[in-house]
């Protein structure tokens, strides 16, 4: 990974995907990009916009979003470092859904029409963004599962469980540990579940000393615990490999790529 460039992490992630040679590499490197900052719960996109660019997200975090009867939220999916949050906007407008910064973020607007030209001076770019989609439709097909068959402390441990692999691919969470400027308000509101429920779910997990959460903190004492009452499996993320583990005192195990 080229550390330090706002191309980075979205390299990494797509040379997970497919083998890129040194051309595709620079035509990553050559998209134009528009930086900017976004505070907590800012719109970074609307339902109804039209957008002419992508948003890579850089720093911070992006969730998607959907009103009904026009004030419950829910929580769609979360964004991490690397993700381009609106890549089907290539093609689909307007957007169906709310884009909006959890916590503060820092983006880089592609535009459209560069972006379609780099993918038409390389295939294999174009088979990775299409694996990338999949990926992401594998992604919401579980958040389906999730809020229509887990129970409560199910749905927050396979929201957590995501998370830690995801984060921890971008080399953003050191032994399952990561940090995320959620709310008990935006955790409810991505497992379909109240606040009171949220905030007794935490508890209970607290309890059983297999996952730490201090304010915007998350550190996963006991991964198979965690996965065990999750369902969770990391098959649908397509990590290539399974993670390797370490124990730790107790018998309690932690995970790292």
């Known amino acids: 990974m080229e550390i330090g460039r706002p191309y980075s992490r979205l390299l990494h992630r797509l040379e997970r995907l ?140 396979h929201v957590v469980c995501e998370l830690a692999v995801r984060l921890q691919k971008v080399d953003l969470a050191q032994n399952l540990s990561f940090s995320i400027p959620w709310t008990q308000t935006d955790l409810a509101d991505a497992c379909g579940i109240s606040n009171v429920h949220a905030n007794r779910v935490v508890q209970e997990l607290r309890r059983h000393g297999i996952m730490e959460w201090d304010s915007r903190k998350v550190m996963i004492r006991d991964w198979d615990a965690v996965a065990k009452i999750a369902d969770f499996s990391d098959e649908y993320l397509q990590l290539g490999r399974p993670l390797e583990r370490e124990p730790l005192l107790g018998g309690k195990v932690t995970e790292h790529v």
């Open 18 to 157: 497919s083998e890129l040679s040194a051309h595709d590499r620079q035509l990553i490197a050559e998209l134009p990009l528009t930086v900017a900052n976004f505070s907590a719960n800012k719109e970074v996109a609307r339902h109804g916009d039209a957008p002419s660019r992508c948003t890579l997200v850089l720093g911070g975090f992006l969730y998607g979003h959907k009103r009904v009867n026009g004030s419950r939220r829910q929580i769609t999916s979360f964004f991490v470092p690397g993700d381009i949050a609106d890549l089907h906007t290539l093609h689909l407008a307007p957007l169906d859904h709310d884009l909006s910064a959890l916590g503060p973020a820092v983006v880089a607007f592609m535009p459209h029409g560069a972006f379609r030209d780099m993918l038409d001076r390389s295939p294999r770019l174009t088979q990775a963004f299409w694996r990338d989609t999949f990926i992401r439709l594998g992604i919401m097909r579980e958040w389906v599962t999730n809020l229509g068959r887990r129970d409560a402390i199910a749905r927050v441990a």
